[in-house]
């Protein structure tokens, strides 16, 4: 399900997703010359580490959200004619053929469907291409879920948070190869207060907020904080790295 983000608030915080961004970048090897395609690029903070690793090379950045894309596009203003900026559903077919790799940082665990998501990467990617990606797997913020759950009563489905072996046979099903799938403990630590309530406004609970009107979000933040003995996000990340196969 495609929803907006807000970017400004996104980029105001002390985010994890900076380590994670570089772990996942870690894993890509490139020449300089490739197309990388960006699998929810929000706000380009990845999209400009990867120009500056492909010299003669693009990316495409796709995410659904035109606010955070709105923000990529001011972030690399002077990079943008290596970019093709692209709004879109990932779990729609993408007009991207054959591009050289794939990269994703903290997107998928808001995809439920992983069949059609990596059937869809797979189509955009050459054979031999290698896609490696993070994202929230099996046990993520179940700390934070079970106070939710004190706050709302319930535990709905908003994320989808998959094991390491169901992911390696999903994407073999889709066509790669060289899976390699693990899961990683990588807690966040926040300031308590103002700006760990923002950081799950604004990166956590954004799909729970959206289902509620304005006027009761901060109380509803507020309320999940106060259920958390200490400010901490207890993340678990999926980190993947695959081979599209034929190459
Ligand atoms: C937590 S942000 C991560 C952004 C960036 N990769 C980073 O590490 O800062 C998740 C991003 O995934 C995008 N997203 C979630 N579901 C999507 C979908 N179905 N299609 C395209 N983008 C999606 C959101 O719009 C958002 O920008």
């Known amino acids: ?18 380590r994670w961004g570089r772990r996942t ?8 010359d490739e197309t990388v395609l960006e699998a929810g ?20 950045a796709v995410d659904g959200s035109a606010r955070m894309l709105d923000r990529l596009r001011a972030r690399l203003a002077d990079g943008l004619d290596r970019v093709d900026v692209l709004q879109a559903d990932l779990t729609e077919p993408l007009p991207i053929a054959r591009a050289d790799a794939a990269f994703s940082v903290a997107t ?24 490696v990606a993070d994202c929230g797997g099996r046990g993520n913020i179940a700390r934070v879920r079970a106070a939710l759950a004190k706050v709302t009563g ?9 094991g390491a072996e169901e992911t390696r046979q999903r994407l073999e099903r889709a066509g790669f190869t060289d899976v390699r799938a ?43 904080a106060a259920e958390l003995a200490e400010p901490v996000v207890d993340y678990v990340r999926l980190e993947f790295s695959a081979r599209r196969a034929g190459g």
Do not use: K
């Not at 399900?1 to 900076?18: F, G, K, S, V």
């Not at 700006?195 to 006027?215: M, N």
């Open 154 to 162: 319930e535990d709905p489905e908003v994320w989808n948070f998959a």
């Open 182 to 224: 693990d899961l990683v403990p990588d807690p966040a630590r926040l300031e308590p207060g103002e700006q760990f309530e923002s950081y799950l406004a604004t990166v956590v609970l954004g799909a729970h907020l959206d289902r509620l009107p304005r006027s009761e979000h901060q109380g509803f933040v507020h309320a999940v």
């Open 1 to 18: 399900m495609i929803r907006e983000w807000d970017a400004t608030a996104y980029d105001a915080l002390p985010l994890p997703h900076l």
């Open 108 to 131: 998928f665990h808001w995809i439920h469907d992983h069949d059609v998501l990596f059937a869809n990467i797979a189509r955009a990617l050459r054979p031999g291409a290698p896609f």
């Open 25 to 32: 970048l870690d894993r890509l090897t490139l020449s300089g």
């Open 41 to 60: 690029c929000g706000t380009g903070r990845d999209t400009a580490a990867l120009l500056d690793l492909l010299p003669q090379g693009r990316v495409i």
